[in-house]
């Protein structure tokens, strides 16, 4: 997990990316989801930028949206980390797939589940998910 993170932040602090493994670990344990998705979500949202903010305001490294903000720093990474995985979990567990559960993530669950046809960004985002995650299962 070490050298994949790296590859997106060369010169990341040790510290820091202690951290970002740490949390990455914690919220893997305590909502059941494979750290290297997590990983992979990570890589693909925010590039393992910490302060990285989206032109729709999602924010940190899981790049939440600010509703889903309550009481912490967003750019501190274990409760972003927390929050981004425990809504994952909850995608994960709406549609029972980890392509939809993606697409959820990116474009909302409301219009993975109408069955629309995915934006071309979130065709993207959930290819570049899976690549990650298939990646970081073969090291």
Same mark, same amino acid.
Not at 18 to 42: C, M, W
Not at 58 to 80: C, S, V, Y
Not at 94 to 102: E, G, H, I, M, T
Not at 106 to 112: D, E, H, K, L
């Given at each position: 997990?070490? +050298?994949?993170?790296?590859?997106?932040?060369?010169?990341?602090?040790?510290?820091?990316?202690?951290?970002?493994?740490?949390?990455?670990?914690?919220? +893997?344990?305590?909502?059941?989801?494979?750290?290297?998705?997590?990983?992979?979500?990570?890589?693909?949202? +925010?590039?393992?930028?910490?302060?990285?903010?989206?032109?729709?305001?999602?924010?940190?490294?899981?790049?939440?949206?600010?509703?889903?903000?309550?009481?912490?720093?967003?750019?501190?990474?274990?409760?972003?980390?927390?929050?981004?995985?425990?809504?994952?979990?909850?995608?994960?567990?709406?549609?029972?797939?980890?392509?939809?559960?993606?697409?959820?993530?990116?474009?909302?669950?409301?219009?993975?589940?109408?069955?629309?046809?995915?934006?071309?960004?979130?065709?993207?985002?959930? +290819?570049?998910?899976?690549?990650?995650?298939?990646?970081?299962?073969?090291?």
């Amino acid at each position: 997990m070490e +050298s994949f993170i790296r590859t997106y932040q060369p010169a990341l602090p040790q510290a820091d990316l202690d951290e970002i493994i740490q949390g990455i670990l914690e919220a +893997s344990e305590r909502h059941k989801v494979d750290p290297r998705l997590i990983t992979a979500l990570i890589a693909a949202e +925010s590039g393992f930028h910490r302060t990285a903010v989206s032109r729709k305001g999602a924010r940190g490294l899981t790049q939440i949206m600010p509703d889903k903000i309550n009481g912490f720093d967003w750019r501190e990474a274990r409760p972003n980390i927390d929050r981004g995985t425990a809504y994952l979990r909850e995608m994960l567990d709406r549609f029972n797939s980890v392509p939809l559960a993606l697409a959820a993530y990116n474009a909302g669950p409301t219009r993975i589940a109408r069955n629309d046809e995915w934006p071309r960004e979130t065709r993207f985002y959930v +290819s570049r998910v899976l690549t990650n995650y298939e990646e970081l299962l073969t090291k």
